[in-house]
Every structure is written in C-alpha cells, then in structure tokens.
C-alpha cells in the first residue's frame, strides 16, 4: 500500500510564508503532485514534480528529494484566500493515471 | 458543458437502496476516476478507467460498481447503500497529452440513513 503522510493543520499570519512538508513511502514513483482544495469545493491541481529541485510558480513553490521521499508545498505572500487544504499525492507508476493522496493539510491565514 | 458534471448534487438514501451517481466530461479525456472524500482520510480511490470499456478496481471497490460505455460518462452505483459509503463523491478526468493533472467534478455528498 502508499503511505502519505502531511501535517493536520497550519496556521500563518498574512503576508508571512508557510512550508507544507510531505512525507511518502509506496511501492513506485513516478511523480508528486500538489493540489489545493478549498471547502466545499473541488480540488484544483497546483504543482507537479517527477525530478529533484524546486518548481516555482509565482507565490507557490514545490520541490522533491527522491531520495529521502520527501515533497515540500511553499506558500510565500499568505493571503486570506489561501486559507484551503492542501492535498499531497503520489503517481507509483509509469503509464498509470492513478494517483494516492495523503489526507491533507488544512491552511489557516489570518489577517 | 464545461469541463465536469456530477449529479445529483447532494442525496439523502435510505440504507439498502440503490443508487447512480452521475459524471459526465465534455474534454474527451481518455481516464476517468471516482474517490470518496472522509474527514481525516483524504481521497480514496474507488473504481477507475483508463479508457471506454476498460474499468479497474482502486483502494476502496468494494460496495460499488462502475462501467465506462463511451469516454464521456462513467456512473458509480451503489447496489445496495449502507451508512458506511456516506460521503462526498468526487469524479476526475486525465489525458493521455496532459497525464500529470487532473480535473475534477463539483462533487456529490450522500448520506446514507
């Protein structure tokens, strides 16, 4: 089975910057995603990363240790509407769609 | 249509009853995927396609049954609903030239009594 794990909760001041950590062990790896869910709604996908290093876009950063199996959300500039869950997720393998998420970490900002 | 529909929105059963959960995609997007949605378990797959007329089984299957007759549409039914499957259902849909994101519907939350 994957195991995935993510902090419960955060919670972070406006305009400060938060680091969701992401741990996961499973049987493969091709690929780790991060999406953003707010409450009630949908998730929408934010980031995805299959190599090493950090993916940046715009406020939002990701990056990936293979090695360690270790993934990290970055959230820099904190406004009120980021207050969401962040889901982490894992792709075992190549040619398969499926994805394994953790159970999600619930994102408050204050004002 | 855009994008992902599921219906009904939200639905309240009685235990034993069967139901159909709808989802249909309009981007013609070869994989389709159902997941539950439990406070403190995240998303879990249930069934998936790869493409029309091919289903598999994900991490929880098992009280449900779904089929894939053409790429648009992929319902879940539940033969006979126990309060157990009460929850928030979502549907996602993947492409073969985008693989790396999914998209998915607005969701339906059931309650099973």
């Known amino acids: 089975g994957q195991n995935i794990d993510q902090p419960t909760e955060m919670t972070a001041t406006e305009g400060a910057i938060v680091q969701i950590n992401c741990t996961y062990q499973?049987?493969?790896?091709?690929?780790l995603f991060w999406y953003q869910q707010h409450a009630g709604e949908a998730p929408t996908f934010l980031s995805y990363n299959v190599l090493d290093g950090l993916e940046e876009k715009g406020r939002f950063s990701s990056f990936l240790s293979r090695s360690k199996g270790y993934s990290y959300l970055l959230l820099k500039e904190l406004q009120m509407k980021d207050s969401a869950s962040y889901l982490c997720a894992v792709r075992d393998l190549p040619n398969d769609y499926k994805l394994s998420f953790g159970a999600g970490t619930t994102v408050t900002v204050r004002a | 249509i855009a994008g992902i529909t599921q219906a009904p929105t939200s639905q309240i059963l009685a235990a034993g009853r069967r139901m159909t959960l709808r989802c249909t995609q309009d981007m013609r997007h070869n994989a389709m995927y159902w997941y539950r949605q439990d406070l403190g378990l995240g998303l879990r797959l249930i069934h998936y396609?790869?493409?029309?007329?091919?289903?598999g089984k994900g991490e929880v299957p098992d009280g449900y049954s779904v089929s894939r007759a053409n790429t648009d549409d992929f319902p879940l039914t539940l033969a006979s609903a126990v309060p157990s499957q009460t929850s928030v259902y979502f549907c996602a849909s993947s492409d073969v030239r985008e693989p790396d994101t999914q998209y998915f519907g607005p969701g339906t939350r059931l309650t099973v009594l």
């Open positions: 396609s790869n493409t029309a007329g091919t289903t």
């Open positions: 499973t049987s493969g790896f091709n690929g």
